[in-house]
């Protein structure tokens, strides 16, 4: 029996996403979170051998999440589920310790599969990702601008790209305005960009609204 916790902000999604786990034969899920503390608790307290994560669950940056989990539950297998294409943050959160990546666009029979295939121990991606992730492990062709920011550096050019201001994007991060500008100059330097328009204009055109 796979036991699975799911951690989604949004009730009608954690409902939806329950009784598409429990159709399928041998999974039982045994607690829902919907923030990163609420979380933190739920994994202390139950049974779980695979965690079906959002990657925009609010309390904490979703990385640091990530790491944390890494650090406290080593056992536990965390599978990303994500409104995001899956050039913003499969690659992160594999590298951060996920199991697999899937985007919430897939079929049920698909989460299901996704579930029981990191249970066992495995990996679940996409071709597409797997094919990325082979072109990167080759020294393939260059990454794209954005796949060079850091993981705070892409949360603000994200947050700065979508039209925020710096002290929005501080105020959602829980940074100082001046470490998000801090950010920025660098994030700007680094993509070979001017100013917050050109921001704009690389996340529209590149499809990474936030």
């Known amino acids: 029996m796979i036991r699975l916790v799911i951690a989604d902000d949004h009730p009608v999604v954690r409902e939806g996403l329950r009784r598409i786990a429990t159709d399928g034969a041998g999974i039982v899920v045994t607690g829902e979170a919907s923030t990163a503390a609420e979380l933190m608790r739920l994994l202390a307290a139950v049974p779980v051998d695979v965690l079906l994560l959002d990657v925009s669950m609010p309390g904490s940056n979703f990385v640091e999440t990530l790491g944390t989990l890494r650090e406290r539950h080593p056992s536990v297998k965390v599978l990303v589920l994500s409104v995001h294409p899956e050039d913003q943050w499969a690659l992160r959160s594999l590298r951060a310790g996920a199991a697999g990546y899937l985007t919430k666009d897939h079929s049920p029979e698909q989460l299901v599969e996704a579930v029981r295939r990191v249970a066992r121990g495995g990996r679940y991606v996409s071709a597409t990702l797997a094919e990325k992730l082979a072109t990167t492990l080759d020294n393939g062709p260059a990454r794209a601008p954005h796949e060079r920011l850091s993981d705070?550096?892409?949360?603000?050019?994200?947050?700065?790209?979508?039209?925020?201001?710096?002290?929005e994007v501080a105020e959602s991060l829980g940074l100082s305005a001046k470490t998000v500008s801090t950010y920025r100059a660098r994030l700007l330097e680094k993509m070979g960009l001017g100013t917050n328009a050109d921001l704009v204009r690389y996340v529209v055109e590149n499809g990474l609204m936030k």
Request: aromatic share 12%; proline share 0%; glycine share 18%.
């Open 152 to 167: 705070r550096e892409f949360e603000v050019f994200r947050g700065l790209g979508s039209g925020l201001s710096v002290k």
